[in-house]
C-alpha cells in the first residue's frame, strides 16, 4: 500500500503570513493526481487544489499552491496571506489516474493566529 | 458543481441496534462510491468502495458483515452499521466519483456522527 506522510501534526502561521504544509508519499503509479483538502471543524471536506502527475507547471488556486517536485514525490501546500478561516486540518492524498482509490496522509491542523 | 448529501448528519442509538447511512450524488451519476471512517483526530480511513451492481470490495481489516453496503443506483450507496457497539461510534462520510472530468476526483458529503451509547 502507498504510504503518505505528512510530517507536521500541529502547526501554527500569523495572519496575513505564508504557511507550507509537506507532503511526500511513495507511490509506483505512473500516472497520478495529488489532491489537498481541508476539513473544518464541521468535518466537511473541502477540495482545495489538483496537481496531475504530469503536469509542468506547478498548480496554484487562488491563495493556495502546490509545491510539486515528482523526483522527491513530495507536493507541499502553500497558503498565502493566511486567514483566520484557514484554521482547520489539511489532507493530502495522492491518488492513481486509474482506479480513483483516494487515501489520505494523517493530516496537518493548522492554527492561524491573530 | 457536483452536490453529494449524506443523511442522517447524526444518529445515536442503543448498542445491538443496525444503523443506515444513506449517500446520495444529487445532479450526477456517480460511478464509484466510496465509505471512510474518520476516529477523533484521526484521518480518513477507506472502509470499501463499491459500484452500482455489484459487491463492494472492502479494504483489508473491515468486517463485512458487519458493514453492509449496498450501491443500489448510480445516485445511491448505503452504508448499514448491525449491531452496533460503542467503538463502531465514529463520523462516516461517502464519497462519490465520476467517468467525466478530471481522473481521482471525488465529492464528498457531509458526513454523518455515529454515537453507539
Known amino acids: 500500500a502507498q504510504k503518505i506522510t505528512q510530517t507536521q501534526p500541529g502547526m501554527f502561521v500569523q495572519e496575513k503570513e505564508a504557511v507550507t504544509l509537506d507532503c511526500t508519499y511513495d507511490?509506483?503509479?505512473?500516472?497520478?493526481?495529488l489532491f489537498w483538502y481541508k476539513q473544518p471543524s464541521s468535518g466537511e471536506m473541502i477540495f482545495l487544489i489538483y496537481?496531475?502527475?504530469?503536469?509542468?507547471q506547478n498548480a496554484t488556486e487562488g491563495r493556495y499552491s502546490l509545491n510539486f517536485q515528482k523526483a522527491r514525490k513530495s507536493a507541499n501546500l502553500v497558503i498565502s496571506a493566511s486567514q483566520l478561516g484557514d484554521s482547520a486540518m489539511y489532507f493530502c492524498?495522492?491518488?492513481?489516474?486509474?482506479?480513483?482509490?483516494?487515501?489520505f496522509g494523517a493530516g496537518t491542523r493548522l492554527t492561524v493566529k491573530p | 458543481g457536483a452536490v453529494v448529501s449524506q443523511h442522517p448528519s447524526r444518529v445515536i442509538c442503543k448498542s445491538g441496534t443496525s444503523v443506515k447511512i444513506e449517500c446520495r450524488s444529487l445532479?450526477?451519476?456517480?460511478?464509484?462510491m466510496f465509505w471512510y471512517r474518520q476516529f477523533p483526530k484521526q484521518s480518513l480511513m477507506l472502509m470499501a468502495t463499491?459500484?452500482?451492481?455489484?459487491?463492494?470490495?472492502?479494504e483489508q481489516g473491515v468486517e463485512k458483515d458487519k458493514f453492509l453496503i449496498n450501491h443500489a443506483s448510480l445516485t445511491l450507496s448505503t452504508l448499514t452499521v448491525t449491531s452496533a457497539h460503542p467503538e463502531d461510534s465514529s463520523f462516516y462520510i461517502c464519497?462519490?466519483?465520476?467517468?467525466?472530468?478530471?481522473?481521482?476526483?471525488?465529492?464528498f458529503g457531509p458526513g454523518t456522527r455515529l454515537l453507539v451509547l
Open positions: 464519497s462519490a466519483s465520476i467517468l467525466q472530468g478530471r481522473a481521482g476526483t471525488q465529492y
Open positions: 507511490t509506483s503509479d505512473p500516472s497520478y493526481g
Open positions: 496537481q496531475g502527475s504530469y503536469d509542468q
Open positions: 492524498a495522492p491518488t492513481p489516474s486509474n482506479n480513483n482509490d483516494m487515501r
Open positions: 445532479d450526477f451519476q456517480a460511478t464509484t
Open positions: 463499491s459500484n452500482e451492481g455489484s459487491k463492494a470490495t472492502y
